[in-house]
């Protein structure tokens, strides 16, 4: 206080005449003689940082005499009931030996002592009887949980629907084999692997890779106080024992953060992410913590609107609202999460009232097509009955859908009628003009304009997410050197994502002579960036034996592979590593563990296959390989490398057949046709092998390698004329090639 008096006293004498201000400063260094004597003298108020190394969880009812406002606001949230233990006030569904089927497997609700149970299918197909020990959420759905004796916690696939008050299956469409991944004993139902994270307080998922078993811990079972605000120990010790001299301890999460850091706060949990720590510390930015899902498909469609779920953040982050300074708390309560306003109310918080009319949506008022969610929102079901709005906020473009095929808001509702009637209906009432969006760009990279690609990586206005993935698919084509060449300068990008993609991007064109542009991203700020130049160093095997700045970081990036251990991905992730480190039974070992968790994780199963072929394993590569066929018979790659192996075998008729199939299936594979060309003149059939490389042609144009092939079948053919042609074209792409110089002269006779 007494430091503001003198403030205060300046402020008022600085106001009088020069002579004056002469005296004033005199008696202000009077007055703080004065004070600066007293025993009890002045000290600026220190700032108690908040020590989140040394902070503790304590609970939400130490905040609760502070804070019962937003207490009572929080009870009942969501939040509050992400998860609870299983009891008779938890549980909404019907355990009055209630049944449910769904593809021939029969789930038996019923409770006895006092407990709920449920008789269903495990893997093996047999039936027992599980205690449930969770409720987790509460709606529109409910699921339940049971606990196995690897500590891992399986959710039930059948879940209770809140609002029509029966029993329902999550994947209805599927007929999932018992031991499948995505069945309720797999891993894609496993707590801890998939949920957990996010719905409990101070969770530590503690998986053990050698035994493969959980030790998985919270401080709180539901998303408390703490989840958000982060450990508040210090926090609470102060103002038990306030000090006048400090400032509280700041909290990870307070009423004052800007629009952006709320976001990424927030995106913690509402992001489709993989995480990159052993547990969040409430230190650095999100993306120190997780990595998030870029705009690919299928978890986005190709125009970045929500397809599979992405949990808010990465739609969000791509709206002109967030771009504008709009965040949670402008449309959300952030202890109830209720919306603040309803309907169209909400909206008009903040857009002018015209929006609001006929003239703008061009629909009745308070009709279905006069609310702004079902324009700019749209949505889509998830968990079966869990109805979820596109956080975009974009304007309808089936003008987009008729050029490019992806979903727009109008045909949403309008299913009898035709995106070219949405698309001249918008023209004709907003007129032809488009506002600038990077979905024009990434749509029309989809269609071969890659230029297209470069713009959206090139322009910091757009999107980050979009950015990032822009350069992910930018190069996966051919890039020329000049091309190549020009990435550097997104290594120094601002974005944190761009960053780190653009070092991926040097990985995947496996390019080592970035080196000196990519060492000093080992000390990047971000931790994701770090990771990824470790991954590069990797990739081209550089010696990094001298670097302590690697070291560090690829710690960091062992971390993560760990946190990943116990998904099929995961597995797969680690046995890349043990691969380019040289360290082959590890990596056999783990291709083999992530097939084994998920059957269907045939990646793993192809890598497997070439590493065994690379070491003569003949026989178990090619079963392998026969198994990817069996389960993906639409799966062109693994045709492809089973007849490069019975080629290798000498065995030429399964070499044709299966190079044939891999020219026939998707991806298109120029490996593929050139190979199978080449066995059939090898066999003597030259006309065929001409008549797969025309039709590979339409696909690769004028690639010189497919040409070259073609040139020497037509040469066997004694197709002159078609052979002076294909020749004449070789020497346009070449024209310095000493050989095609050759042959093309001798057929110019």
Not at 718 to 737: F, M, Q, V
Request: charged residues 25%; contains cysteine; aromatic residues 12%.
């Amino acid at each position: 206080m007494r430091f503001f008096l003198i403030i205060s006293f300046k402020n008022l004498f600085i106001k009088k005449s020069p002579s004056l201000l002469k005296k004033s400063t005199y008696f202000i260094f009077l007055v703080f003689l004065t004070f600066a004597c007293k025993e009890d003298k002045y000290q600026a108020k220190k700032e108690t940082a908040y020590n989140k190394v040394h902070a503790t969880f304590v609970g939400k009812e130490a905040c609760i005499d502070c804070h019962k406002t937003e207490y009572d606001s929080w009870k009942g949230s969501h939040h509050d009931l992400a998860m609870a233990l299983a009891d008779s006030t938890s549980i909404l569904a019907d355990f009055n030996n209630s049944t449910f089927e769904h593809m021939g497997v029969k789930s038996t609700f019923f409770k006895k002592d006092g407990d709920f149970y449920v008789n269903t299918a495990d893997k093996n197909g047999d039936y027992q009887d599980y205690k449930i020990i969770y409720t987790f959420g509460i709606a529109p759905l409910q699921q339940y949980i049971v606990k196995f004796p690897d500590g891992a916690y399986q959710c039930l696939i059948t879940a209770w629907d809140t609002e029509k008050n029966k029993w329902f299956h999550l994947q209805p469409h599927l007929d999932l084999a018992h031991d499948e991944w995505i069945n309720w004993t797999g891993g894609a139902m496993r707590w801890n692997t998939a949920c957990a994270d996010c719905h409990s307080t101070n969770l530590v998922k503690n998986y053990d890779s050698k035994t493969s078993t959980f030790n998985t811990t919270y401080s709180e079972i539901n998303v408390s106080c703490e989840a958000c605000h982060g450990p508040a120990s210090e926090h609470v010790s102060f103002y038990k024992n306030p000090d006048d001299h400090a400032e509280a301890p700041k909290l990870y999460m307070g009423n004052n953060e800007s629009s952006k850091d709320l976001v990424q706060k927030c995106a913690r949990c509402h992001s489709r992410r993989a995480q990159l720590t052993e547990k969040f510390d409430y230190t650095g930015h999100f993306l120190d913590h997780y990595n998030p899902s870029l705009y690919t498909y299928p978890t986005y469609e190709l125009d970045g609107q929500i397809k599979d779920e992405d949990y808010v953040y990465g739609s969000f982050v791509q709206s002109k609202m967030y771009q504008h300074g709009v965040a949670c708390y402008d449309c959300h309560d952030v202890h109830s999460l209720k919306l603040k306003k309803t309907g169209n109310n909400l909206c008009m918080s903040c857009h002018e009232p015209k929006y609001d009319t006929p003239s703008h949506h061009f629909h009745e008022n308070n009709t279905q097509g006069a609310q702004c969610i079902n324009c700019h929102m749209t949505g889509k079901f998830y968990m079966g009955n869990d109805f979820r709005h596109d956080h975009s906020f974009r304007v309808p473009r089936p003008d987009q859908t008729v050029k490019y095929g992806t979903p727009n808001a109008c045909n949403g509702c309008h299913t009898d009628k035709s995106a070219t009637w949405a698309s001249d209906f918008v023209n004709e009432n907003y007129g032809t003009t488009r506002l600038d969006h990077f979905s024009n760009y990434l749509l029309a990279g989809y269609e071969g304009d890659q230029g297209a690609w470069k713009t959206l990586i090139s322009e910091d206005h757009y999107p980050e997410l979009a950015r990032a993935t822009a350069m992910s698919l930018y190069t996966e084509n051919p890039l020329s050197p000049d091309e190549v060449n020009d990435l550097r300068r997104f290594l120094k990008d601002s974005s944190i994502l761009v960053r780190s993609e653009t070092i991926r991007s040097f990985e995947k064109i496996n390019d080592p002579s970035r080196y000196n542009d990519i060492e000093p991203l080992l000390q990047d700020p971000n931790r994701m960036v770090r990771i990824a130049a470790v991954k590069y160093f990797n990739s081209i095997k550089a010696d990094m034996s001298h670097s302590n700045a690697f070291k560090k970081a690829e710690k960091e990036y062992l971390t993560e592979l760990d946190m990943g251990a116990d998904f099929g991905s995961g597995q797969h992730a680690i046995a890349v590593y043990h691969e380019i480190k040289g360290e082959t039974d590890l990596a056999i070992k783990a291709y083999r563990k992530a097939f084994e968790m998920d059957n269907l994780f045939n990646l793993s199963r192809m890598n497997l296959a070439l590493l065994l072929y690379k070491q003569g394993e003949m026989e178990e590569a090619k079963e392998l390989y026969l198994k990817v066929i069996e389960q993906e018979p639409d799966y062109g790659n693994s045709y492809y490398m089973l007849g490069l192996l019975y080629n290798e075998l000498g065995d030429s008729k399964n070499a044709l057949k299966y190079l044939g199939e891999a020219s026939n299936k998707k991806p298109e594979n120029i490996r593929a046709y050139y190979n199978y060309a080449l066995k059939l003149q090898a066999e003597g059939m030259y006309k065929k092998s001409v008549e797969v490389l025309n039709k590979a042609l339409t696909i690769f144009h004028d690639n010189e390698n497919l040409l070259y092939v073609k040139l020497l079948g037509e040469i066997n053919l004694k197709d002159d004329h078609s052979a002076y042609n294909t020749g004449r074209k070789l020497l346009e792409i070449a024209p310095n090639n000493a050989n095609y110089q050759q042959i093309f002269q001798s057929l110019n006779k």
